[in-house]
């Protein structure tokens, strides 16, 4: 139940915190998943090298190149992974993609290989800022 809650209260924060979104920047959703897809939601922890400390749902980011790390839970229902026991955490390599102003970014791990060391953050979706507004109001 408390799952659920929490959905609902981050599928609210989305087009609040794209409305209130600078235009001549990048927005970079994290929280959105797709289990069924083997797309977990992401944490990031690091830009470019630094350590930065970012909330969970989601951040701006200026355009252009851009590498980043994070953290995620990952649902294996849908999607075995082999079990390695000997490890208990993978390393995935960063993300490194072009962030363009006035889009909205969707990462998350995709973990759709069994293979954990194929695992890859990767952006899942990418809409403009105009389209989740109209989405948001209804239209």
């Known amino acids: 139940m408390k799952n659920w809650v ?8 989305l087009p609040a915190m794209v409305l209130a979104a600078d235009p001549n920047k990048a927005q970079v959703v994290t929280f959105k998943s797709d289990p069924t897809n083997c797309l977990a939601s992401i944490e990031i922890k690091q830009i470019d090298g630094k350590l930065k400390q970012l909330p ?4 701006e980011i200026e355009p252009g190149w ?6 995620a839970t990952v649902n294996l229902n849908h999607c075995p992974a082999i079990e390695d026991r000997s490890r208990k955490q993978v390393h995935v390599p960063p993300l490194e993609w072009l962030f363009e102003a006035g889009k909205v970014y969707y990462v998350g791990l995709d973990h759709s290989s069994p293979e954990r060391q194929n695992w890859q953050l990767v952006v899942w979706k990418i809409e403009s800022m105009d389209e989740v507004e109209e989405a948001a109001a209804g239209g």
Request: without cysteine.
């Open 66 to 71: 851009h590498s980043m790390h994070g953290m």
């Open 6 to 13: 929490f959905a609902l209260i981050a599928l609210a924060a």
């Open 56 to 59: 969970s749902l989601g951040f």
